[in-house]
C-alpha cells in the first residue's frame, strides 16, 4: 500500500489566492483527519471524518477554511482567500475507523502565503 | 474538550540512559493515549499506543504507563540512542475521534 497520499507537497501562494491540498487515504480507510501543524500552535485537529460524512469541524479556524470528502479515496481542504498566517504544515491523516486504531499520517503539504 | 499538557519541552540525554516523558490529560473519558515520533521535516508516526483498560505496554526499548486515576501517562526510552533523536508527542482522545496533541518534546540523544 502507498500509505496517505498528498498533494501539493509544496505550495507558495500570495496572500488571497486560493489554495486547495488534497488528501487520498489509505485504502479501506473510514476515518480521515485533517492536522496543521505550525511551531506556535503544534499540532492541531481541523476536521475528521467517519464514512465520508464530517464528524466535528470546530478545530476549522475560520469561514475561510473549508474541507470535503467527496467520496472514499479522495478529501480536499481549502483556504479561500489565503493569508500569511496560514503558512504551516498540513498534514492527512486516515485509520480504519470505528474503533480504537492507529492513525497513519501523510508526508504533509507545506503552505508558504506571502 | 480534551486538553493534553506535556513535559519537558525539550530533553538532552547521554547515549544508553534512559529518557522519561509525562503528559496530563483533563477528559477522564479519554480511553487512547497513542505516543508520535516526529523526526525534521517528516510526517509524525506511532511508536507505541494504550488504550484505557491497561496500565502498561512495553515494546522493546519502548514503554507507556498510564495512571487513569490521576490522568496521567508517561513514555519510557531505555539504553537511548542518537536515533532516538526527535520530537515526540502525546495524544489523548475517545476512540480515536477528535484527538488532542501534547505540545511535543524534542528529545536530543548525544553520542
Known amino acids: 500500500d502507498a500509505g496517505v497520499i498528498q498533494s501539493p507537497r509544496h505550495e507558495v501562494t500570495e496572500m488571497g489566492q486560493e489554495v486547495t491540498l488534497r488528501c487520498k487515504p489509505i485504502s479501506g480507510h473510514n476515518s480521515l483527519f485533517w492536522y496543521r501543524q505550525t511551531m506556535m500552535r503544534g499540532l492541531e485537529l481541523l476536521i475528521y471524518f467517519n464514512n465520508n460524512v464530517p464528524i466535528d469541524d470546530s478545530g476549522m479556524p475560520e469561514d475561510r477554511f473549508s474541507a470535503k470528502m467527496p467520496n472514499a479515496s479522495f478529501s480536499t481542504l481549502k483556504i479561500q482567500p489565503s493569508e500569511p498566517r496560514d503558512s504551516a504544515v498540513y498534514f492527512c491523516?486516515?485509520?480504519?475507523?470505528?474503533?480504537?486504531?492507529?492513525?497513519?499520517f501523510g508526508p504533509g503539504t507545506r503552505l508558504t502565503v506571502l | 474538550g480534551e486538553n493534553v499538557e506535556q513535559h519537558p519541552s525539550t530533553l538532552s540525554v547521554q547515549e544508553g540512559d534512559s529518557a522519561v516523558i509525562k503528559c496530563t490529560y483533563s477528559d477522564s473519558a479519554s480511553n487512547y493515549f497513542p505516543w508520535y515520533k516526529q523526526e525534521l521535516g517528516k510526517r509524525p508516526q506511532l511508536i507505541i499506543d494504550?488504550?484505557?483498560?491497561?496500565g502498561e505496554k512495553k515494546d522493546q526499548r519502548i514503554a507507556v504507563t498510564l495512571n487513569k486515576t490521576a490522568k496521567h501517562f508517561s513514555l519510557h526510552i531505555t539504553e537511548t540512542q542518537p536515533e532516538d533523536s526527535a520530537v515526540y508527542f502525546c495524544?489523548?482522545?475517545?476512540?480515536?475521534?477528535?484527538?488532542?496533541f501534547g505540545a511535543g518534546t524534542r528529545l536530543t540523544v548525544k553520542p
Open positions: 491523516a486516515s485509520s480504519l475507523g470505528g474503533g480504537v486504531d492507529e492513525q497513519f
Open positions: 495524544a489523548a482522545s475517545i476512540y480515536n475521534n477528535d484527538m488532542r
Open positions: 494504550i488504550r484505557s483498560n491497561v
